[in-house]
Nanobody, 126 residues
Framework: QVQVVESGGGLVQAGASLGLSCTASGRTFSNYAMAWFRQAPGKERQFVAAISWSGNTYYTDSVKGRFTISRDNAKNTVTLRMNSLKLEDTAVYYC????????????????????WGQGTQVTVSS
């Protein structure tokens, strides 16, 4: 069983920056594919960003150039750095782990991930 825990959400103004962190348990974290998804009220869960075991990154179009996903295998941590936040970025952000790894745009699909965190709220105000 892999435990996934997010942290770092909060309330910020539009245009500000915020960082989210996610820690996943397990001795083979370096093999995991990791991702961030988000869900706004009344909407379906949406892919945000993913990072493969080898460090390749994938982003949804709406966050390209503003968000950066990175990983620190020594700390079993994935970070989502969010810059130039917009009102439409308001959502609950979920971290997901795929211990068997993987590459490619298939990492955008929520059903590829085996373990999920509880979510952290990000609210962007005007």
């Amino acid at each position: 069983q892999v435990q996934v825990v997010e942290s770092g959400g909060g309330l910020v103004q539009a245009g500000a920056s915020l960082g989210l962190s996610c820690t996943a348990s397990g001795r083979t974290f370096s093999n995991y594919a990791m991702a961030w998804f988000r869900q706004a009220p009344g909407k379906e869960r949406q892919f945000v960003a993913a990072i493969s075991w080898s460090g390749n990154t994938y982003y949804t179009d709406s966050v390209k150039g503003r968000f950066t996903i990175s990983r620190d295998n020594a700390k079993n941590t994935v970070t989502l750095r969010m810059n130039s936040l917009k009102l439409e970025d308001t959502a609950v952000y979920y971290c997901a782990a795929k211990p068997l790894g993987g590459e490619g745009w298939g990492l955008r699909s929520a059903d590829r991930y085996d373990y999920w965190g509880q979510g952290t709220q990000v609210t962007v105000s005007s």
